[in-house]
Each structure stands twice: as C-alpha cells, then as structure tokens.
C-alpha cells in the first residue's frame, strides 16, 4: 500500500500516535477527577499552541512556509483518519439500532429492514466497484458490476437526492405564505420588500419599468449627473432598486452577522483552547 | 496541499486576533474576580422550558438536530445547548431523539448526552440509540430526519448547528406535525427559512450566546462581554475606515492597511516617511 518513505514513516506516526492513545486511556483511568482534567487541559493546550504558533510564525517569503507548516499539514491528514474511524463508529451504531428494530420486532421494523437490505446492497456493489476501479485483488469488472452499480447509485441515489432537493420548491411555498400574510407593519414592510426583489430580479421587473417608460441604459451623460431627473427615473427601475435593496440594505447586515459570528468563534475558541467551556468537557 | 494563511500576509488582522482574545481573557477574569455582568433577554432560549413541558405533556418526543455541522466549535456549542436541554427532559422523563449526520458529533453526543442522564441524576433513563447517526449524506439525512419527526409526531424540534439547504425540509416537517420548533444557526443563508418556519430563531452571534445564557457561568458571562467590546472595536473601524475613505481616498497608506491583504508594508514605509519628515 505504501510505496514511498514518506508514506512509510506517516504509518509510522499514525500507529505510534495509536499506541500513545491507548497507553493514555488507562493512565487518564486511574488518575483522579482533577488530575485528568489538567492532563487534558494540559494536551489541549499544547495542540491549540501548536496550531496558533503556526499561524503567528514568521514564514519563509518564498515557500509561504515555517518549521511548523508541513507537520501541521500531516496533522490536518491525521484529523481525516479520525473523521474515517468515527465514521465506522457511527454505521455500527445504525446497524446496531435497526438490527435490534428487526430481532425484538419492534414498532415500524419494516423500515428497518428495508434499510439493512438497502445498506447491504449498496455496499457490496460499492466495494465491488472500487476494487474493479482500482484493479485490487484481481477484481474485474462484470456486465452485472456495471448493471447494478448504474442501477443503484445513478438511478437510485442519485434521483431520490434530486427528489429530496426538488421538495425545497414546495416548502418554499408554504413558507413564504406564512411568512408574507400581512400581520403587522414589520410583516407589511417584508411583504412588500420581497415582492420588489422578486419582481425585479425576473424579467417582469424590466418588463414593467420599460412599459412604464424609465429609462432603458444609463448613458454618460446620467453618470456625470447624479440629480437630473433621467438619472433619478432611471434608479427607479425594478432591476435597479432590487439591486440596491440586496446590496445596499441587505449585504450590510449579512456583513454584521458574519463579524458577530466570527467574534463568537474566535471567543468559543479561546474558551476551548484554554479548557475554560465547561459545556460538554 | 494548498496555501495557509499566515499572521505575516496581514499584521493589522493578526493584531485584531490578539485584540479580541485579549479583550475576552480580561473579561473573564473580571467575571472570575465577582464583577456583576448582564446578559439581555433572548426569548428564544426562554421557551425552551415551554417547549420541553409541551412535549411532556403530550408524552410525545423531544428532537434535536445539529444539522450537518463537522465538528467544532459549533458542534461543541450545539451539543452544550443540547446537555442543558437533556438535563431539563430527564427531569420529566421526556423521550428525546438526537439525530446527526457527522459521525465524530455522533460519537461525542453519545458521551454528552449520558453525561446529562447522569448529571440529572437519571442514568437509567440514557437509551444509547435515542442517538442517531443517520447518514452524512445531505439528503438522504433530510429525508430520515423528516421521516422519524413524521413517524414519531415530535412535541418540541431543537436545531442549532450549520444548515444549508435541508434547513426548510426540517423546519416545515416539524410545523406539518405541530412542533414548537425553535432554531439557532450561523448560516445566515439559512435563517429566513427557519424564520419563516420555526417559532424562535436564534441568529448569528446569539447562537453563541446560548451558553452562557443558559448556565449562567461567570467564564461566559465574561467571554460575553469580551465579545460585545470586540464588535464595538470593530464597529468603531468601520464607520472611521469610511470616514478616512472619504477624506484620503481608497489609496492612502492608512486605508490600505485597515482594508486590504498585504497593507502593512505601505503603511510601514508611509508611517517611517512621516516620522522622518516630523
């Protein structure tokens, strides 16, 4: 599997990183209550330094680099093979939950079958595929490999996908419905800044600004002239106060939240790196 | 591998890092010292209690979905919210479901939620597959979240995390069955949905503002307070950047460095110019 050094001494690492894991989980055992909790406080630390040091480190001005960028790069590979690992955890505990469904007979278990025969199948195939694709273990593939895989995954997952992303369109419907009946002034002034937005980004805004007779074309002459009348009629038009309302009322807001979100991280971060959020630690 | 950023592509974005920690290190401290901090109402996390109360009096379940979040610093958010909701159904003996579709959420969840069994001092009440990872397929999760909250007819819906566009499929799956639904997200892209959906909505910021308005904690209270000092700075930059906009032009040294990548050279060499000409 590994056919060069580097990848050899990654492995290396990784089970090295293993054996250091599971020689810390009877040490963390046998420790008391605020002996662990410095011990993890203390880890935390040195992985949050690790990856703030990297960022506030000068770097080299031609490899954009420092000392610290290529382990930190493994590192981000390291956190996939854990992502990979949690991901078997997880399919575990749904076979785990449907298989008991099944045995014990329990309310709805019909579903849980159709969803073990679901996985089984999807899985075997897939597997069959990526081996074929990839010619391990001598696996070819068969007019049956090519069938069933192209029944399954592109006319199967992929439709139902589709199905799910379509049903959006409806639920947009009955949404905007209630979000939309007039209730109060808040819910008039929303009614009837949506209805500009939608008329004016479709073609009926233009339609009706030109029926109305606004100007079509902003000329020379308008922008050199902010307060002429052509120049004012002209702003009137539906595209353009669409336009402004996106880009001039809404993206300042979106903006706001964005910077109040990214504080709130940032503080959240802190917190975390510093073992002071005590919510689920 | 790509390019990372570094504190050297922009000092002046490093600076405000290290402002904004140290703005909300100092408040804690001051909050850890027994200064009285104040935290405004949201009702939004008001009605949790309300919503859990429906649920117990129906006898029907509690859901909560951290949506597609990976985790971090969300998902850890999302799941502190979700211990504190745990702790208050295992007063009842309300069933809960918590349906993911991250598998490392799934796996924490698990320890957390039991945590709050215990914590409440109801362990016997922990059911380990009332945690659910479903699939991490965006989709094929939409369509199992939407699925059980049908078949189960949930009382009360809790999302908070990232949502993108399964956000509605949730939301009015749970107004079709009548749940009180209350939403906490920081995909802005996603919030009209669960405004328009949902009976509370907790947005941007306040989603981490949960914490510390649930517990109470002087750590958070104070963080708080380092937040809200943080957005006044940034405040405060951005109506002077204008001003300095319009008065300097977009060119000027001083522009540069507070609005663009890489303006602290020029800044730097305008700066050593004027104090050598003063």
């Known amino acids: 599997m590994f056919d060069t050094r580097e990848n050899i001494w990654a492995a290396f690492w990784m089970i090295g990183a293993a054996i250091l894991i599971f020689a810390l989980i009877p040490l963390l055992q046998t420790l008391p209550p605020r002996g662990r909790y410095l011990l993890i406080a203390f880890v935390t630390f040195i992985a949050g330094l690790f990856f703030a040091a990297e960022f506030f480190l000068p770097v080299d001005e031609k490899t954009g680099k420092n000392f610290l960028t290529d382990p930190f790069q493994r590192l981000q590979g390291s956190l996939q093979v854990i992502t990979a690992l949690s991901l078997g955890l997880g399919t575990y505990g749904l076979i785990r939950l449907h298989l008991r469904n099944a045995v014990q007979r329990r309310a709805q278990w019909g579903y849980s079958i159709v969803l073990l025969v679901s996985f089984v199948t999807m899985a075997f195939f897939s597997v069959w595929n990526t081996l074929a694709e990839k010619g391990l273990l001598g696996v070819q593939r068969t007019p049956l490999l090519e069938r069933a895989f192209t029944l399954l995954f592109d006319y199967t997952l992929v439709q139902l996908d589709a199905t799910m992303f379509s049903l959006i369109a409806f639920y947009i419907f009955s949404a905007a419905y209630r979000a939309f009946r007039i209730r109060s002034v808040e819910a008039s002034i929303l009614m009837f800044t949506a209805m500009i937005v939608m008329i004016g980004i479709v073609p009926l805004g233009k339609f009706i600004s030109d029926s109305i007779g606004l100007p079509i074309m902003m000329t ?27 880009n001039v009322l809404n993206a300042p807001v979106q903006r706001a939240i964005e910077f109040g979100v990214g504080i709130g991280a940032l503080a959240m971060a802190i917190r975390l790196w510093l073992s002071l959020e005590r919510g689920i630690t | 591998m790509g390019s990372y950023q570094h504190a050297q592509d922009n000092w002046f974005a490093a600076f405000i890092i290290v402002f904004i920690a140290a703005a909300v290190l100092i408040n804690i401290w001051r909050a850890r010292a027994g200064k009285q901090l104040y935290i405004r109402r949201i009702p939004g996390l008001d009605a ?35 211990k504190y909701i745990t702790k208050q159904i295992a ?8 349906l993911t579709a991250n598998p490392t959420v799934y796996a924490v969840a698990q320890e957390a939620i039991s945590d709050a069994y215990n914590e409440a001092g109801r362990p016997d009440l922990y059911d380990p597959d009332s945690i659910r990872f479903l699939s991490s397929e965006q989709f094929a999760f939409a369509s199992g979240v939407a699925g059980l909250l049908q078949r189960e007819r949930v009382a009360a819906n809790f999302m908070f995390g990232i949502f993108f566009a399964e956000s509605l499929i949730f939301a009015e799956t749970g107004n079709i069955v009548g749940a009180v639904q209350i939403a906490g997200t920081v995909s802005f892209t996603q919030v009209p949905f669960f405004v328009a959906a949902c009976d509370y909505t907790i947005i941007g910021d306040e989603f ?23 957005k006044l700075a940034f405040g405060s930059l951005v109506v002077g950047g204008a001003v300095l906009s319009t008065i300097l032009g977009p060119n000027h040294p ?19 110019q004027v104090l050598g000409r003063g």
């Open chain 2, 91 to 98: 007063r009842f003996a309300t069933p809960m479901r918590l």
């Open chain 2, 208 to 230: 981490y503002a949960t914490s510390a308005y649930i517990s109470r904690e002087p750590v958070l209270l104070g963080s708080m307070v380092g937040q809200d000092l943080a």
């Open chain 2, 48 to 82: 949790i209690d309300e919503a859990i109360g429906r649920s117990t009096e129906l006898g029907r379940p509690v859901t909560m979905i951290p949506g597609l979040t990976a985790f971090g610093v969300e998902a850890v958010q999302a799941l502190t919210i979700f």
């Open chain 2, 254 to 272: 001083v522009i540069q460095l507070l609005g663009k990548p890489g303006g602290w050279e020029p800044f730097m060499q305008w700066l050593s």
């Open chain 1, 220 to 246: 020379d002459e308008m922008r050199t002239n902010p307060f002429a009348l052509e120049t004012i009629l002209y702003s009137l038009r539906l595209p353009e106060v669409a336009n402004w309302i996106l």
